[in-house]
Structure formats: C-alpha cells, structure tokens
C-alpha cells in the first residue's frame, strides 16, 4: 500500500508543507467526476490507499477553513467563508484562487487526485494554465457514471440519526432496530436532501452543469467514462483496468 500525504499544504496553504510526501515510480494526475450518489469520494479512497495520490477536494479547504482561527486563514479563504456563511455558491475566481494558493501541490511526488475542482469549463481552462505554469499535466478525467434512477435509490434509502448524525441504509447498511440508531439509540430519519423528488432535482441540475465539462474533457481526449455499478472494489478495478489501458 502507498504512503499518503497529510494534506497539510492543501488544507491550509501559504508556507506550509506536508509532513509526508509520498514519492510513486508512477504518480497519477487525475480529476475526478460524478453525481452525488454514486461514490466518488470512496473511489478517491481507495485510488489514494493504493496509489499515493493526494486526494484534493475543495471541500475539504471549505470545512477546514471553518475550524481555523482567523489568523490562519488566508485572505481568499475568508472571502470564501463569506459566500458560505450567507447560504451562497463561491464564486468561480475565488476558488481558483484557493486552488491558485495551492498550486504546488499539483507537483507533488505522490501525484494527485482533484475532487470537487474544476466544476466549470471556465474553471478547467484556469486548471489547465496552472498545470503547465506547474509543469505536469492530466493523465486522466475519470468521470463515475450511474443511471439516475439508481441514485435516486441509493440515496432515498439513506436514514440519518438525529443525535449522532450516523448514516444507515434500509438495504445496505440497515440498523439492527428499524428506525433507531445502532450507535446512541436515537431516531434516525430521511433528510430532505435524501427524499426522491429532492435528489431528481439535484442531478438535473449537476447533470445540465456538468455536461459542457464532460464535453471539453472528452474533446481533448481525457475522458474516461467508468460505471459506478458494483462493489467499490468492482469500481476500482474497472478504473485500474481503463488507466492501465492508456499507458
């Protein structure tokens, strides 16, 4: 199994470094794409565990952002929290900007896997300048694909506690009682986010949002469709499988 990084460059940026660099005969450069649902971020997991890569997601620096004193934030970090403090997107130049902040990490030895970024054409046009500002490119776009319908199933199944906020699932990861956490004996309960009429509307939008992405991926030859069916195992092979193909 590859040694991973700690992440600490990624998640606070300005002059800090990783305690742990991993140093890969073959690091991989990807960007990572897929509907809420499917699961991408075990995916991100598991190519992280075996490969080395550093999982970058930009939701990471958000949350973490959130948890550091003022003084530890950089100026675009703040800015950041700003649009999310008032319930609103970032916008586009200030997560180019965070990114911007951590363009070194895109050399790491270790390769990388970016997750959450880019989200636009716009967005991956500015990527593409920083790579090669950088001096690496993208082995790879690897976007998770699963019929609608099924994540609408796999998510409206999802019970979540009201006390301890764990997740179960009435198939896959059923609670030992209906409807009562198995961990601190709470009610668990649907969110709204995971009712079916909520999760349509998410995925028409991500689906109309993504595709110019999708499309610009697949034009300059990048894109890699993977089927997000199966065990996360199954998955990943698949994604070995189609990566190990293009070598």
Same mark, same amino acid.
């Given at each position: 199994?590859?040694?991973?990084?700690?992440?600490?460059?990624?998640?606070?940026?300005?002059?800090?470094?990783?305690?742990?660099?991993?140093?890969?005969?073959?690091?991989?450069?990807?960007?990572?794409?897929?509907?809420?649902?499917?699961?991408?971020?075990?995916?991100?997991?598991?190519?992280?565990?075996?490969?080395?890569?550093?999982?970058?997601?930009?939701?990471?620096?958000?949350?973490?952002?959130?948890?550091?004193?003022?003084?530890?934030?950089?100026?675009?970090?703040?800015?950041?929290?700003?649009?999310?403090r008032?319930?609103?997107?970032?916008?586009?130049?200030?997560?180019?900007?965070?990114?911007?902040? /951590?363009?070194? $990490?895109?050399? +790491?030895?270790?390769? %990388?896997?970016?997750?959450?970024? =880019?989200?636009? #054409? @716009?967005?991956?046009?500015?990527?593409?300048?920083?790579?090669?500002?950088?001096?690496?490119?993208?082995?790879?776009?690897?976007?998770?694909?699963?019929?609608?319908?099924?994540?609408?199933?796999?998510l409206?199944? /999802?019970?979540? $506690?009201?006390l +301890?906020?764990?997740? %179960?699932?009435?198939?896959?990861? =059923?609670?030992? #009682? @209906?409807?009562?956490?198995d961990?601190?004996?709470?009610?668990?309960?649907?969110?709204?986010?995971?009712?079916?009429?909520?999760?349509?509307?998410?995925?028409?939008?991500?689906?109309?949002?993504?595709?110019?992405?999708?499309?610009?991926?697949?034009?300059k030859?990048?894109?890699?469709?993977?089927s997000?069916?199966?065990?996360?195992?199954?998955?990943?092979?698949?994604?070995?499988?189609?990566?190990?193909g293009?070598?």
């Open positions: 199994m590859a040694m991973k990084s700690d992440r600490a460059a990624w998640l606070k940026a300005g002059t800090v470094c990783c305690s742990i660099q991993p140093n890969v005969s073959k690091p991989r450069r990807l960007v990572l794409l897929g509907a809420p649902g499917v699961g991408k971020g075990t995916q991100a997991e598991l190519l992280s565990q075996r490969w080395g890569a550093c999982h970058l997601s930009t939701g990471d620096i958000f949350r973490a952002a959130m948890t550091f004193d003022e003084c530890e934030r950089t100026p675009t970090m703040s800015r950041a929290l700003e649009h999310m008032r319930g609103e997107l970032v916008p586009d130049e200030i997560v180019l900007g965070l990114v911007s902040e /951590r363009a070194g $990490c895109l050399r +790491c030895r270790g390769g %990388f896997l970016l997750d959450g970024f =880019p989200r636009t #054409v @716009a967005q991956a046009e500015a990527l593409e300048k920083t790579l090669a500002d950088q001096g690496v490119a993208l082995d790879a776009v690897l976007s998770y694909d699963m019929p609608i319908e099924k994540i609408v199933s796999r409206a199944g /999802r019970r979540t $506690c009201k +301890c906020k764990a997740v %179960f699932h009435v198939e896959s990861r =059923p609670p030992r #009682v @209906a409807d009562v956490c961990h601190c004996g709470s009610a668990l309960y649907q969110r709204e986010d995971d009712r079916p009429e909520s999760i349509r509307v998410r995925m028409e939008a991500y689906t109309r949002s993504t595709a110019p992405l999708v499309e610009f991926y697949r034009q030859g990048l894109l890699i469709s993977i997000a069916e199966g065990s996360p195992e199954e998955i990943f092979e698949r994604t070995r499988q189609a990566l190990d293009r070598d």
